[in-house]
């Protein structure tokens, strides 16, 4: 059957279609198809876009369950989106009118930790904390840690290229992959890698899946790299009279060759929030705070912090503190991770994601602030300082058309700023459909045109979550 490119929308016709042929051809299937239950699946963290509701959500078990489900939809030229736990701020899998979106959270078994290599396999469905844990109880650890691992899963921090509160020391999620299982649009199954931890043999495949959101492929399987455990982290927190000051201490720090685990920083309106919500004593006078972290081992840790302590006091630290012990410092992180959450009481909030070079971090910091107090937007900054990777929140009141008009006009210009640093638009978030304009600008067109052709050489019918990212 010759097939054309499908749209972003399908007709209801279709889907019945496909409703019945995945009911007869896979019974196991689970499915959604009740308005109030679809519902559920129309948004993902960004409540400030609008989405389609789908026209069903199938839940399959198995890695032959999906392949069947795209060669389903193929057959019957239905978008799909696949979706993680439905934690990404990009609206990557948000719903698509009448599409098919595919929950992986019944995927949720790791499958084997193999000591031997240091390595864990794995199915996409399983949270990130659960991986985690499961490793740390072998002596084991795998890094990647969105502020959101206890809700997020392996799948959604694989389609996004996740990053989180450890970065600065070990990389975003790419770094920890050693090869996957993928289901591609037409249902044919691939892999790409394994346990070697060295192998150049043809394209790098698996790195091209991580990040791309759904576009290319559905993640079945993950390899993911591990490391031993370190030992718990020492903790040191630091307050400063003015935003670029802190700006200034990031910048110090690592100039000065300092890799601490974590770099966080908080700004005045997001200490209040956090310390509103979790009454933690913190400098509410302050302008902004960091967090810093060291995981090194022995008196190694005491030695990094105090190196820290030096170039945060150089930089004009109002006043510098350290945890007591290990229940404080897991607080202090909590709370730092707990940081959208605190500001969501206070209104609808739209976070941004826009990274720099790590030099550029306090002209970053001055070109937010001056163009949210320009256009008079409430912001509270908080984000991976260490790694140039902030985090503008826009709050404003839920429904007032004017604000989010307005959010949009100064997101565009932090954008601005952030490209003529050096930077991109998305550290962590990825382009999902809320930046999608903001691709060819920063990419330029040469490159996005690759991403078109890779596109439609993996998915020429344009099934796979379609337009998202390209
Ligand atoms: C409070 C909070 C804090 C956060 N902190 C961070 C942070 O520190 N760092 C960070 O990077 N992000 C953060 N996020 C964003 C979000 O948690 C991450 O993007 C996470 O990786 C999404 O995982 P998920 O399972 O929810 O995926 P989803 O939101 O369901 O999906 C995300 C994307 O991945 C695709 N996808 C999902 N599963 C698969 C699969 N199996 N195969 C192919 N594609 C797939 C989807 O199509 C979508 O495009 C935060 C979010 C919240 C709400």
């Known amino acids: 059957m010759a097939l054309s490119r499908v749209d972003a929308s399908t007709d209801a016709a279709r889907v019945g279609a496909l409703l019945s042929d995945i009911t007869r051809e896979l019974p196991a299937v689970r499915l959604l198809t009740d308005p109030a239950d679809r519902e559920a699946y129309r948004l993902d963290e960004t409540a400030y876009l609008s989405a389609g509701l789908p026209g069903a959500v199938a839940f399959p078990a198995s890695t032959a369950d999906v392949a069947g489900l795209l060669?389903?939809?193929?057959?019957?030229?239905?978008p799909v989106v696949p979706r993680g736990a439905g934690t990404g701020l990009s609206g990557g899998a948000a719903g698509i009118e009448g599409a098919l979106t595919i929950v992986l959270t019944r995927l949720d078994r790791i499958l084997e930790i193999d000591r031997d290599n240091l390595c864990v396999i794995t199915q996409p469905g399983v949270i990130n904390a659960v991986l985690k844990?499961?490793?740390?109880?072998?002596?084991?650890?795998?890094?990647?840690?969105p502020a959101s691992y206890e809700t997020c899963s392996i799948g959604g921090n694989l389609g996004t290229n996740a990053g989180g509160l450890c970065c600065v020391k070990y990389g975003q999620t790419r770094d920890w992959v050693l090869g996957l299982e993928v289901v591609l649009a037409d249902g044919t199954v691939i892999?790409?890698?394994?346990?070697?931890?060295?192998?150049?043999?043809?394209?790098?495949?698996?790195?091209?899946f991580v990040g791309s959101q759904g576009t290319l492929a559905i993640i079945t399987e993950a390899t993911l790299r591990l490391r031993p455990l370190p030992g718990p982290r020492s903790t040191l927190l630091a307050f400063f009279a003015t935003l670029g000051a802190a700006g200034e201490a990031v910048a110090a720090m690592t100039r000065s060759g300092l890799v601490p685990v974590t770099l966080e920083l908080l700004d005045h309106e997001t200490i209040l929030a956090v310390d509103d919500a979790h009454k933690l004593?913190?400098?509410r006078e302050a302008a902004a705070m960091l967090l810093v972290e060291s995981d090194a081992p022995g008196l190694a840790a005491g030695a990094e912090l105090d190196a820290a302590e030096t170039a945060i006091l150089a930089s004009g630290a109002t006043s510098v503190v350290r945890a007591a012990d290990a229940t404080e410092a897991d607080w202090l992180r909590q709370a730092r991770r707990l940081a959208l959450r605190a500001?969501?009481?206070?209104?609808?909030?739209?976070?941004?994601?826009?990274?720099?070079?790590?030099?550029?971090?306090?002209?970053?910091?001055?070109?937010i602030e001056r163009i949210t107090a320009a256009h008079g937007v409430r912001c509270a900054t908080f984000g991976h300082a260490g790694d140039g990777n902030l985090h503008p929140n826009f709050i404003f009141d839920r429904g007032d058309p004017e604000a989010e008009r307005l959010t949009e006009v100064v997101r565009d210009e932090i954008f601005r700023v952030a490209l003529d640093l050096g930077g991109t638009v998305t550290a962590e978030h990825g382009i999902g459909s809320a930046r999608r304009a903001w691709l060819p600008i920063q990419r330029g067109e040469g490159a996005v045109a690759v991403m078109r052709s890779i596109k439609a050489a993996l998915d020429p019918l344009g099934i796979l979550n379609p337009g998202r990212v390209i």
């Open 71 to 78: 060669r389903l939809a193929s057959a019957h030229g239905v």
């Open 133 to 145: 844990a499961a490793v740390a109880k072998e002596g084991l650890f795998y890094p990647p840690d």
């Open 191 to 208: 892999r790409t890698g394994g346990r070697t931890v060295k192998d150049t043999a043809g394209y790098s495949l698996t790195h091209l």
């Open 281 to 283: 004593g913190l400098d």
């Open 343 to 367: 500001l969501e009481l206070k209104g609808m909030v739209r976070m941004e994601d826009v990274g720099v070079p790590r030099s550029r971090v306090p002209e970053l910091l001055a070109g």
